[in-house]
């Protein structure tokens, strides 16, 4: 028997059969797992994410680079579920011959993103093995009111993302900010009904988020935002863009996207489309990127 | 410039700069990092980790053993500073062809352990690699009165290790049974000075406990429990017992000697020699494993 070729399947078989205390509010399926009762009006959250050398960036990439993706991924993620990341520790798997001034220029650059979010790195193990990764786990919290899971968008909601989307392998990949602020303010100012990071491709995580919330979706591929050059397949299935997807009520919109104007001139906010019944059948989108798909 | 051989070395040189938030108790240099409030009375502890095919395990070695020992390394780290494991989260590093049925078995072994010991697996992220790797991170807490770190130890407290050293290759190193029932008895009933658990042989972990704590130490080899067939050499040097080892003012040794002969009649606890000043010279022991040592 060989593996299913399609991540989320894979992990449904592996996870389907786990028993979650009454603690967890959110375990496998979001882009955080959740936690209750350590403090009151608090969630924990908890993150583990790896970056592989050859797979998630090459030998050649700055080694800066490579730190501060190995975070910023982890960072997106704590974004995406309206919460804040805070500690981090660090597994190492190391290949026999590695240069020292590269991998103290990647840990710089770990500790220099980390500290940007106000993230702190405590900690880790070092491994020996055949490829070069790093292994992030990260706990964070979130305010009770501000969680904001994938699974949660209503019929009728609109689907805006954050930034433009595509072609990310010429060095946004690397170098991508992930949207914390920005998904902090929209926590407290707009409560999103869903919100999710595009890690692999639109046409791949906006049908998790549709799936994940039992719904629909209705998008105008014309209105996709695309970096300058990427085609319409590219923003659906480059992956890695670290932008936020997000649902909200039709009632919000027009506020959102005046205030939103206003506060981030520089970052584009963009309304795609919106969310159906379980009932209509959703616009059809190409693949998006699948980490278990080699391409 | 090539890496340094000596793990020691090698972290101090990637994370020396790393300059800790007020709330972080113990950072980088313990079996967990510890991290205050979020409840009162109680820390946070974190750890990663991470267990490798052709490094940690064969390729033929059992599924549910595999999982269980991912898993138990944890709770063994979690045990070692008198805490609890409560969460975890798995990063799965998956090579290109790979048996489901195999996989399910490794994770049902994961999930087992885990719930035998009181943990939940809440999520994870799978990635493809050329190894095959499982990268545990979990979170859990410590009663601040029964936090044990491996620093504390004082001149003139006694030795203690449980079990027998030595062999864990010829099985014990997939099918231990981490000691988180004894050290939570050890931290109510006796609080050790110091504790740690034994993951790369009594010769490198007892150096470490004693440089972290700005002692030395005198032993008497002859002392040192082994496993039926081990030398004192394999008993020093093989690692992956996962025992505890922790230290004692010698007022405590008799009660706890004695207690715990009622307690765990199956589990030998031996006192194995003293703690000295930082002016005294420590026992010669043969080196340990050491993670970034090809053997």
């Known amino acids: 028997m060989i ?7 894979l992990i ?6 786990w028993r979650y ?15 209750a009762g350590a ?9 583990t ?13 700055a080694p800066a680079k ?14 995406a579920m309206g919460g804040i990341p805070q500690f981090a520790v660090v597994t190492l798997f190391i290949p026999p011959s590695f240069n020292l001034k590269r991998l103290t220029a990647i840990y710089a650059g770990m500790d220099k993103t980390a500290r940007a979010y106000g993230m702190n790195l ?31 968008a209503k019929t009728g909601d609109l689907i805006f993302v954050t930034g433009s989307l595509g072609g990310s392998i010429k060095g946004k990949h690397l170098s991508f900010t992930p949207r ?47 970096q300058r050059g990427a085609s319409l397949d590219e923003a659906l299935s480059d992956g890695e863009d670290y932008e936020l997807l997000f649902t909200l009520p039709p009632s919000k919109s027009q506020n959102l996207q005046k205030a939103w104007k206003d506060i981030y001139q520089k970052l584009r906010l963009t309304c795609i489309g919106k969310m159906g019944s379980n009932k209509q059948s959703s616009t059809t989108l190409s693949h998006g990127f699948d980490h278990l798909r080699y391409k």
């Open 66 to 79: 490579i730190g501060h993706k190995a975070i910023a991924r982890v960072i997106s993620d704590f974004a």
């Open 12 to 17: 449904k078989l592996l996870t389907g059969k």
């Open 180 to 226: 914390l602020n920005e998904a902090k303010w929209l926590v407290r100012h707009f409560k999103p009904t869903a919100m999710m990071d595009l890690s692999d491709g639109l046409g791949e995580d906006l049908p998790r988020l549709a799936s994940a919330s039992g719904l629909s979706y209705q998008i105008d591929p014309g209105n996709i935002p695309r």
């Open 39 to 47: 403090s009151p009006g608090r969630y924990v959250l908890l993150k």
């Open 122 to 152: 405590v900690g880790g193990e070092t491994t020996r093995a055949t490829d070069f990764a790093l292994n992030i786990a990260a706990i964070g919290e979130a305010d009770k009111r501000h969680l904001t899971l994938r699974s949660t």
């Open 21 to 35: 205390s009454p603690k967890v509010v959110c375990g496998v399926g979001d882009d955080c797992a959740v936690i």
């Open 49 to 61: 994410d790896a970056i592989v050398e050859g797979r998630h960036f090459t030998a050649e990439a």
């Open 3 to 9: 593996l299913p070729r399609n991540e989320n399947e």
